[in-house]
């Protein structure tokens, strides 16, 4: 039995850079194993985003003048970078673009507001169409708003698909700008939400008071002595304690949030309130996570922060607390391969949300395809073809 090779490209709230993978999946489902699916990364590349495009997005966060032109100059931009790390990784799998069926597009999350049944991603996928020749799927979260859902987070049908098992409750964490979990008990559904601030606060601390746009291995937060008072002051709010469904973003989790409560703080170091941040995010997640779970694994930028990872294990113990690396799939990559797996399931016209995740009224064919070509002559996967 063949495989189809689809592209997968994230741009995440942690506004790094675009991560681009190359991914080999089975057409038919009948090569499942137990609750997983056979997945095998043939390529992948990171292209950075340049100095004036990350402050110009972290400026699109809020409202401010000419912003209909500035997010179509930014869409535009995004775009170029997006075909061009789909290249590299092409090029790194030593495949020609043209050998790809598809490429997932997630796009740039610049607002989030499910409340009102919208979130903003700037993407300009008949640009990357363009570029590349081949079908783009982008726009994965609007049909499950349209279904009353959140439209966030989308990747626990992957993790489910990926990394369920028949006997172990696993715990999947994805900790970007923000933390999501994916909560997998055996024989049962899979459920899952927005947790909170993942990196978001520990970057935004960081490029204000230190060099650089992250803490590398969370060194400077690990000089730090965190504060109780503070941590305590930061978990009350709200959408901690908020039941699912439930997501979460910039919108909400930013530099005035946080500035708003160190108010009461000021006599704090710029070491120590890093160190709280961290606990924060440590914190929240092991708050979120089931007791029942007995496997709990990071994917991520904050799986290469090794203070972080360190919280996290003292916060969990006795329950294991790994990287994904070790059930096959890199922490950097899980995301990016999301994308292109549910670039696949919408080719085929299956769903890609978890209603129990996102809260829609059912569960739903998620994206747009955008043709590679013109006269395309190759036809969209129907339901169930290779079973």
């Known amino acids: 039995m063949t495989d189809a090779l689809y592209a997968g490209i994230m741009s995440g709230t942690s506004l790094d850079g675009v991560d681009a993978v190359i991914a080999a999946f089975p057409d038919a489902f009948s090569e499942k194993t137990g609750t997983s699916f056979y997945c095998k990364l043939r390529g992948s590349a990171f292209v950075p985003f340049p100095a004036a495009l990350r402050e110009e997005l972290l400026a699109l966060q809020e409202s401010g003048a000419d912003e209909l032109a500035r997010s179509a100059r930014v869409a535009n931009t995004l775009a170029d970078l997006y075909a061009q790390a789909t290249q590299e990784a092409a090029r790194q799998a030593g495949l020609a673009v043209a050998q790809l069926r598809a490429v997932g597009v997630h796009g740039q999350t610049v607002r989030h507001c499910p409340a009102e049944a919208w979130s903003c991603q700037l993407n300009h996928p008949a640009r990357v169409a363009e570029h590349l020749g081949i079908d783009v799927v982008a726009d994965f979260r609007s049909r499950d708003l349209a279904a009353g859902g959140q439209g966030a987070p989308l990747v626990p049908a992957f993790h489910a698909a990926m990394f369920g098992s028949a006997s172990k409750h696993r715990v999947i964490v994805n900790i970007g700008g923000i933390a999501n979990l994916t909560d997998l008990p055996p024989q049962n559904r899979a459920s899952g939400f927005d947790i909170g601030p993942g990196n978001v606060l520990l970057d935004a601390w960081t490029m204000k008071h230190q060099k650089g746009t992250f803490d590398r291995d969370g060194a400077w937060a690990a000089s730090g002595k965190a504060s109780s008072a503070l941590l305590a002051a930061l978990l009350s709010e709200p959408f901690f304690s908020k039941p699912p469904p439930k997501s979460t973003g910039r919108d909400l989790f930013h530099s005035a949030w946080l500035a708003a409560h160190l108010a009461s703080f000021s ?100 994206g747009a395809v955008y043709p590679g070509c013109a006269l395309s002559t190759a036809p969209l996967l129907q339901a169930g073809e290779g079973r």
């Not at 990071?298 to 690396?325: E, F, H, K, W």
């Not at 549910?342 to 998620?366: F, H, I, Q, S």
């Open 267 to 366: 006599s704090l170091s710029p070491a120590d309130v890093q160190a709280t941040l961290l606990q924060l995010t440590a914190t929240s997640i092991a708050n979120a996570i089931s007791k029942e779970a007995e496997e709990i694994y990071i994917c991520g930028g904050g799986a290469y922060n090794a203070a972080l990872m360190s919280a996290l294990s003292i916060s969990l113990v006795p329950r294991t607390v790994q990287a994904t690396d070790v059930l096959g799939i890199s922490a950097q990559h899980v995301e990016a391969l999301a994308f292109a797996w549910l670039a696949r399931e919408t080719l085929a016209r299956r769903p890609g949300n978890l209603p129990a995740v996102t809260g829609a009224k059912g569960a739903r064919v998620l």
